[in-house]
């Protein structure tokens, strides 16, 4: 069973619990990440969660979310899903918005989380878990964030906040 690391407001590990009984109404404030993996030529892989997620679900998203294990570091856990969700490989990680920390709620389930976001390349191409990702495209950067305006709430309130940020940090050319 995955365990999530439940962390104080300055992020220190406080203990776990496993993740069935983390995300609700009152979600705890644990650890995440989200990354943004881009292809050999520079387009962005986006994400639609699988419709049955507890959290989020069916909506367009960044590459890959999730969460590290007891004393896993994030590049590790990286990997680890985006092997296990699309199938991929990723290398080049470098973090872009480290100490980014977000709260939302959707349909009575809250996101509590302390996400590092990070920049990566990917090689192959997907093959997503069903049970994670629903639909993948690979689009340039200014296609990405035309679609994320055009389709608003479509779009996890993560994703959307994290772009502005990369975007107003210089880590990527606005669109």
């Known amino acids: 069973m995955e365990l999530i690391v439940l962390v104080d407001d300055e992020g220190r590990s406080i203990g776990t619990m496993p993740k069935p009984l983390v995300h609700h109404g009152e979600t705890p404030l644990h650890r995440a990440f989200s990354v943004y993996l881009f292809d050999d030529a520079g387009r962005l892989l986006v994400t639609r969660r699988a419709a049955d997620k507890q959290t989020f679900p069916g909506m367009w998203t960044n590459s890959v979310c999730g969460h590290p294990g007891p004393g896993e570091d994030d590049a590790a856990a990286i990997a680890r899903r985006a092997e296990f969700e699309l199938g991929l ?16 709620e959707f349909r009575g389930i809250v996101e509590n989380e302390i996400c590092p976001v990070y920049l990566g390349r990917f090689t192959g191409s997907p093959d997503p878990d069903p049970t994670e990702v629903g639909e993948w495209e690979v689009l340039d950067w200014a296609a990405f ?5 055009a389709e608003g709430d479509a779009w996890s309130p993560w994703c959307r906040e994290q772009t502005r940020l990369i975007e107003e940090a210089g880590l990527v050319p606005a669109a």
């Open 145 to 149: 964030r035309r679609r994320q305006e």
């Open 89 to 104: 490989q990723v290398s080049d990680l470098r973090p872009a918005l480290p100490s980014y920390r977000y709260r939302a």
